[in-house]
């Protein structure tokens, strides 16, 4: 082994100690017997965990939480995939425009999406509720939906789509025969993203927090602030297994290595 | 597979269920009050001291929203004729921003007849459209296995720290009541004036080599705990909370000065229920303040409240805390953190 492998070898070690040291550290502190959050542990006890499940609003914000990923990470595909399929085969000057547009969330201050949404929606009369929640949450969403799918759309030979409808076939039996089989890892792909960047978000929940819309990350927040024990650490380590599973069951059913390619 | 108008209003109104009936705005329901809180023992206080007797007396209920006050007072803004929140928890500054706003309803003894009891001075802070309920006092928080003879004083903590005999941790700019409870209580107690804040940032260069800043309270634990820090600037509750979940080794003084008093007001929204008048005299209650008090750890306003013999050693009497001029804060505090941003950076 030369020395420049050797040296990326250990750089490439000490960045994954670098990475995964300190959700370790939290993983560890969630299994304390202690009442407030420290490194190192005193003893070992599951308490915090139970904590989860007896402080409601957790399992309600949970609850809401993946409720609006669905949603959201749905209306992104329906919107988004017909988007990003026309914007990447027109050859119209306003198309890169709508792109653009379309892909602006993406550099914008969340917490400014998230305050004129507030604004917006209660002037249009959604006021606080879960739609108008899911509503900015699908605005996040959807750049992650036309960026994956129309990154691999791109790479789709228009041959394929063009044969097929010389064939006979309908346009929508070519999008369900021919280009839908082969976006697919794309959609996987975005409607992963979608899920977790809803899950996760703090900044534009916040502002539609209400005791029946409150988020898991909002109720975390707000938890943090006035309380001292390790249920948070528990919390993310809960986060932390669902989202390993996830991630076990995508590729166990899908390849994972398919959705990396797609971005 | 063919798309038809039937099938297409079929998939929306599936996707309408999905969303579920809460879905819809949140709207003042004639029988329910959407009340406030912030998270954690918070919220169960809330829920067992105010909400129960309310709920048990005038046979309505209350859900409870948690979250802070930025984002309730936003919600409100955006939505002043139909207000979703009924009764908001603010911050002092928060509070004078909101009665300015004109979004709050005055508060009068004839509605509250428990106000009576309530320091006129804390309703006048809030403008006379609030009152505060529930206090702290900003101190010094130290811990006893490291400082054995701790600054009693605000001026003996900064020539302290300045010579090195303590790593301090204080609060950064980060964090909401910093302006108040950190620039304003020290400067105050250093001889400075709202506009003239020199005394407390020649205090913060002289001292910058031995602080450490905190951008959340449980950053200050965890400062003292891994002996990052000696002592800092924390508050008496927080400070009381620790010892009794077990840590016997931190405690805490009051400055000879006197700390900053960090209130917790109490505003109606304009256009919010009727039914919020008869929450907050349940929250102005003395009975229902002394069990707040006793599961929190922090002082309360009302004067006829008796505390235990534990909480009294604990709770910072109202007079021996400065209440800080929220309005004349709020004018300069931009000034405040632009100059904190270049001078002090953290």
């Known amino acids: 082994m030369r020395l420049t492998d050797w040296a990326l070898w250990l750089f490439t070690v000490a960045f994954f100690i670098f990475m995964i040291l300190p959700i370790a550290v939290v993983v560890v502190i969630s299994f304390t017997s202690a009442g407030f959050a420290a490194f190192p542990i005193p003893g070992w006890s599951l308490k915090w965990f139970a904590r989860i499940f007896e402080y409601e609003p957790f399992i309600d914000s949970l609850w809401v939480s993946l409720k609006l990923a669905v949603v959201a990470t749905v209306a992104s595909c329906v919107l988004g995939i017909p988007a990003a399929l026309y914007l990447s085969r027109s050859r119209s000057g306003w198309a890169t425009t709508i792109t653009t547009f379309l892909l602006s969330p993406l550099s914008m201050p969340m917490i400014v999406i998230g305050f004129a949404s507030l604004f917006f929606l209660s002037w249009m009369g959604f006021g606080i509720s879960f739609l108008a929640l899911a509503i900015v949450h699908t605005v996040i969403c959807l750049p992650y939906v036309i960026r994956t799918v129309a990154a691999v759309y791109r790479a789709v030979p228009p041959a394929y789509e063009e044969a097929a409808m010389i064939l006979g076939a309908s346009r929508f039996r070519t999008f369900q025969e021919v280009t839908l089989p082969l976006i697919r890892p794309g959609i996987a792909a975005g409607s992963l993203f979608s899920f977790l960047t809803s899950f996760d978000n703090l900044p534009v929940s916040y502002f539609f927090g209400s005791a029946q819309t409150n988020t898991l990350p909002v109720v975390m927040l707000a938890y943090m602030e006035h309380q001292f024990d390790p249920s948070i650490a528990a919390l993310s380590t809960l986060q932390l297994a669902l989202a390993v599973i996830a991630l076990v069951v995508a590729d166990r059913l899908y390849g994972i290595e398919k959705m990396t390619v797609a971005t | ?346």
């Open chain 2, 1 to 346: 597979m063919t798309l038809n108008r039937r099938k297409f209003l079929g998939t929306g109104a599936a996707a309408a269920g999905l969303i579920g009936l809460n879905g819809m705005p949140l709207r003042a329901q004639q029988n329910t009050l959407n009340v406030t809180a912030y998270g954690g023992v918070w919220e169960q206080a809330i829920r067992d001291c105010f909400v129960a007797p309310f709920e048990a007396k005038t046979g309505a209920t209350a859900t409870v929203s948690l979250g802070g006050p930025a984002q309730w007072l936003a919600q409100v803004e955006a939505n002043p004729e139909n207000p979703p929140l009924d009764v908001l928890i603010m911050t002092p500054d928060l509070a004078v921003i909101a009665a300015e706003g004109d979004l709050m309803d005055d508060f009068t003894v004839e509605k509250l007849p428990n106000l009576a009891n309530i320091p006129q001075e804390f309703t006048d802070a809030c403008l006379g459209k609030g009152t505060y309920f529930d206090y702290g006092v900003g101190g010094i928080t130290y811990n006893k296995q490291v400082v054995s003879d701790a600054p009693k004083s605000f001026a003996a903590f900064v020539d302290r720290v300045a010579s090195g005999e303590f790593v301090a941790s204080v609060p950064s700019i980060q964090y909401g009541v910093t302006p108040v409870f950190f620039i304003w209580a020290l400067n105050n107690a250093l001889g400075g004036t709202v506009d003239n804040v020199d005394p407390f940032f020649e205090a913060m260069a002289k001292m910058k080599d031995n602080l450490v800043f905190w951008a959340g309270p449980n950053d200050f634990f965890n400062h003292l705990a891994s002996g990052e820090a000696d002592l800092g600037i924390y508050f008496d509750g927080r400070t009381w909370n620790h010892v009794d979940q077990g840590i016997d080794w931190i405690d805490f003084i009051n400055p000879e000065e006197g700390g900053a008093m960090t209130a917790v007001a109490i505003q109606k929204p304009k256009n919010a229920s009727d039914l919020a008048w008869d929450y907050l005299n349940e929250v102005l209650a003395p009975e229902n303040q002394s069990k707040f008090a006793e599961i929190l750890n922090y002082g309360v306003t009302n004067t006829e409240v008796v505390y235990s013999e534990k909480l009294a050693s604990r709770v910072t009497p109202l007079s021996e805390a400065n209440l800080p001029p929220y309005a004349d804060i709020a004018r300069v505090r931009n000034e405040w953190v632009d100059r904190w941003n270049r001078e002090i950076g953290m």
